[in-house]
C-alpha cells in the first residue's frame, strides 16, 4: 500500500471509531471493548491489508500522553496516602502473578524454557492504565479503592519491565542474577521518578512565564513525551517519568494555568486521549488475524492451542485474585488481632480488585519486542493479544454488574472527611462576598461598587438555602439556567444577524462570540 492509501485507511478507521463510540455509549458499554471488536470486524473484512505493529513505536506514540493524562487528573492527597496499598499492587501483584503464569505455561507447555514462561508472565501481569482509565471513569468507586486501581496502572510497568527484560537476558545469556534484577528496579524505578521531576519543575519554570494558551497548552503536550524519551535513553523508567511529571503538572494546575488555557486544554486533551484509546484499541483488533497465523506453529492442533490459551487465561485470572483475597484476609486478622473491627466491603472490595485487572498497551508492545529468535514467540504474541482481548471485553463489560453485586459505590467512602459539593459553595461564596465586601468600603464607609456587593450577597445567601434545601431550590435553579439559556441563545442569533447581513466584522463576531461561550460555560455550572 502506498502512503496515500494508508492515510486513507486512517480516515477509514478514525470514521469507525466515532460509529463505535456511539454504539458503546447508547448501549452503556466500555469504549476499549468496542474499538477492538470493530479492529476485529475490520481485519476479517476481504481485502483489508496485513497489519503489524512496532513495539516501539506503539510505546513512544501512544504511551506518554495517555499516562500524562491519567496522571495529571490524579487526586495527589489520595495517591500519597495510599501508595503503600498502590505499591503492593503494583510490584506484589505482578511479581505474584508472573510466577503463577510462568509455572502455568511451563507445566502445559514443557517445551517452553522457564525463562521464556517468565517472559510471558512478566507480558500479560501488569493491568495497563489505558484499559483501567476506559473502563474506570464509567464506573463510581469510592476513592481509595479508584485511586488503587488507578494508581497500580501507571506504576505496575515498570516492575513488569524489569522483570520482562531479566527473563529475555537469562535465556539470551544463560544466566541469572537476583541482585542484578533488584538493582535494575531500584536504578528503573527511583531514577525515573527523579528525572520526571527534573523534566516537570523545568518545564513548569517555563510555563510560569509563558502566557500565550496555546504554546502552553503545546508545552504540556511536550511533556510527557520529553520525559519518556529521555528516561529510555537514560535507561531508567520512561514509564514512571512521565507519571511523575503528570502528578507535577496536575498539582500545580491551579496556580499556573488561567481560566482560558484550562478551558482550552481540557478540550484538546479530551480529543487527544479519544482518538489515542480509540486507535489502539482497534489497532490490536486489526492485528489480531496477522498474529493468529504465527501462534499455533508448536502446537498438534487449533483446540490444544485453545486449550493452553484458556489454561494461561485463568491462570492470570486466579492470580489476581488469590493476591487481592490474600491481602484482604491479612487485613481482617490484623485488624481482630488488634480488637478492631474488619471494614464490612473488606471483601467486596478485594473481588472487585480481583477483577479489575485489564490488560493492554503495554502487554502488547512487550510482546512484539520479543526477540525473533526466541521459541514460542508465535505463541505469546496469540496469547497476549486473547488475554488483552478477554479481560478488556469480559472483565470490562462486566465490572459494572460486579460492583453492583458486591453494593461498593462511592456513597461509602470514608477514607478522607471531604466537604460535600454544597458546602464547598457556600464557603466560596461567603469568602468572595467577604472580599468584596473590603473591595467595596471606602474609610468613610461608603460603598463604591453597591450592585457588585448586591450581587455577592445574594450569590452567598443563595448558597445557604441550597445548601439547607437543595430539592426545594432545584426548580428555581433550572428555571434560573433556562432563562439565561435562552438569553444566550438571543444574543447568539443576533450576533449572526449582525454578521450575515454585513453590519459586524469577523473579528467582530469571533469576540463577541467569545464572550457568549463564557457566559455559557458558566451558566452550565449550575
Excluded at 453485586?405 to 460535600?420: C, E, F, K, R, V
Amino acid at each position: 500500500m502506498s502512503e496515500v492509501s494508508y492515510f486513507e485507511l486512517l480516515l477509514v478507521i478514525v470514521s469507525v471509531i466515532l460509529v463505535l463510540a456511539l454504539v458503546a455509549k447508547r448501549y452503556g458499554l466500555p469504549p476499549s471493548a468496542a474499538f477492538i471488536c470493530g479492529g476485529l470486524f475490520m481485519a476479517i473484512i476481504p481485502g483489508m491489508p496485513d497489519f503489524t505493529l512496532n513495539p516501539d513505536l506503539v510505546l513512544v506514540v501512544f504511551l506518554p500522553p495517555l499516562l500524562m493524562s491519567g496522571a495529571y487528573f490524579t487526586v495527589w492527597a489520595s495517591f500519597r496516602a495510599n501508595l503503600p496499598g498502590i505499591a503492593h499492587l503494583a510490584v506484589g501483584a505482578v511479581l505474584f502473578s508472573t510466577l503463577v503464569v510462568g509455572f502455568a505455561a511451563h507445566w502445559m507447555v514443557p517445551e517452553l524454557p522457564w525463562s521464556v514462561c517468565f517472559a510471558l508472565g512478566a507480558i500479560i501481569a501488569p493491568p495497563d492504565a489505558v484499559a483501567a482509565k476506559s473502563v474506570l471513569e464509567r464506573v463510581h468507586l469510592p476513592e481509595r479503592l479508584s485511586t488503587l486501581l488507578e494508581g497500580e496502572s501507571l506504576l505496575n510497568d515498570a516492575t513488569s519491565m524489569v522483570v520482562f527484560r531479566v527473563a529475555v537476558t537469562a535465556f539470551l545469556t544463560r544466566t541469572f542474577s537476583a541482585i542484578g534484577a533488584v538493582t535494575m528496579f531500584g536504578v528503573l524505578s527511583l531514577g525515573g521518578v527523579l528525572l520526571g521531576f527534573g523534566v516537570g519543575w523545568l518545564i513548569l519554570m517555563v510555563l510560569r512565564r509563558v502566557k500565550d494558551p496555546v504554546i502552553v497548552i503545546c508545552l504540556t503536550l511536550l511533556g510527557p513525551w520529553v520525559a519518556y524519551v529521555l528516561g529510555d535513553r537514560l535507561h531508567v523508567s520512561g514509564v514512571i517519568a512521565t507519571v511523575t511529571t503528570g502528578l507535577l503538572f496536575g498539582w500545580h494546575q491551579h496556580d499556573i494555568f488561567g481560566a482560558s488555557v484550562r478551558v482550552r486544554a481540557e478540550a484538546f486533551w479530551s480529543i487527544l486521549t479519544f482518538l489515542l484509546e480509540a486507535l489502539i484499541f482497534v489497532m490490536i483488533g486489526l492485528s489480531l488475524r496477522n498474529v493468529f497465523h504465527t501462534g499455533h506453529q508448536m502446537f498438534s492442533s487449533v483446540s490444544q492451542l485453545a486449550a493452553v490459551i484458556f489454561g494461561i487465561i485463568v491462570a492470570t485470572l486466579l492470580a489476581r485474585f488469590i493476591w487481592a483475597y490474600g491481602a484482604a484476609f491479612i487485613r481482617v486478622v490484623a485488624l481482630k488481632s488488634r480488637g478492631h473491627l474488619p471494614d464490612p466491603g473488606e471483601w467486596g472490595q478485594a473481588t472487585i480488585i480481583g477483577w479489575s485487572g485489564m490488560r493492554g498497551v503495554v502487554s502488547l508492545a512487550f510482546a512484539l519486542s520479543i526477540p525473533e529468535n526466541m521459541p514460542g514467540r508465535g505463541f505469546i504474541l496469540l496469547t497476549t493479544f486473547t488475554v488483552i482481548l478477554v479481560t478488556v471485553i469480559v472483565q470490562g463489560t462486566t465490572l459494572a454488574a460486579i460492583i453492583r453485586w458486591t453494593g461498593i459505590s462511592s456513597a461509602d467512602d470514608q477514607s478522607m472527611p471531604h466537604l460535600s459539593e454544597n458546602e464547598a459553595r457556600v464557603k466560596v461564596a461567603a469568602a468572595q462576598r467577604l472580599a468584596m465586601e473590603k473591595l467595596v468600603l471606602s474609610e468613610n464607609g461608603d460603598i463604591h461598587y453597591p450592585r457588585l456587593l448586591e450581587q455577592y450577597r445574594y450569590r452567598e445567601a443563595a448558597a445557604q438555602r441550597f445548601f439547607k434545601d437543595p430539592e426545594h431550590l432545584r426548580t428555581d435553579l433550572d428555571e434560573h439556567y433556562t432563562a439565561l439559556q435562552k438569553s444566550i441563545m438571543a444574543g447568539r442569533a443576533e450576533v449572526l444577524r449582525l454578521h450575515r447581513s454585513g453590519q459586524i466584522h469577523d473579528r467582530v463576531l469571533r469576540r463577541l462570540e467569545y464572550e457568549l461561550d463564557l457566559q455559557q460555560l458558566s451558566a452550565e455550572c449550575y
